[in-house]
């Protein structure tokens, strides 16, 4: 339990306190990502792990790289959807290549929303 409050404590790190106390936080679990605590302001903060990287990125496996971040209102609708559906192909056993066809086609069939204007990403932790 320990591990997960230090991660649901990074992942509030993403952001003022004044956003990150009333945000929801998501937390990786052996599934995905899952609530830890619901939020009230429409803000979600979580940690990111490597494989949300661009494909070209050389750190795209490093189990070490973990990301505090915090999506404002329209970035929680329109990208934390990719970085969950990217999770799930992950931990599926997806190779990286299968997980950003995964991604293409996901966006071709609008299982995935378009990106809104004015989403927002927080990543201000001193941590990691």
């Avoid at 009333?22 to 009230?40: F, M, N, P, Q, W």
């Avoid at 990208?79 to 969950?84: D, Q, S």
């Amino acid at each position: 339990m320990a591990n997960r409050e230090a991660e649901m404590a990074l992942a509030r790190s993403a952001a003022p306190e004044s956003i990150s106390r009333d945000a929801e936080i998501l937390v990786l679990g052996r599934h995905g990502y899952e609530t830890t605590e619901k939020g009230k302001n429409g803000f979600v903060c979580m940690v990111e792990r490597s494989w949300t990287a661009g494909i070209d990125d050389p750190d795209f496996w490093n189990p070490k790289i973990r990301a505090a971040i915090c999506f404002n209102p329209p970035a929680a609708r329109t990208y934390l959807p990719i970085t969950i559906k990217k999770t799930e192909l992950v931990l599926a056993g997806r190779s990286k290549t299968q997980m950003f066809e995964g991604i293409k086609i996901a966006f071709d069939k609008k299982d995935l929303p378009a990106l809104e204007v004015g989403a927002m990403c927080y990543m201000l932790s001193t941590r990691t």
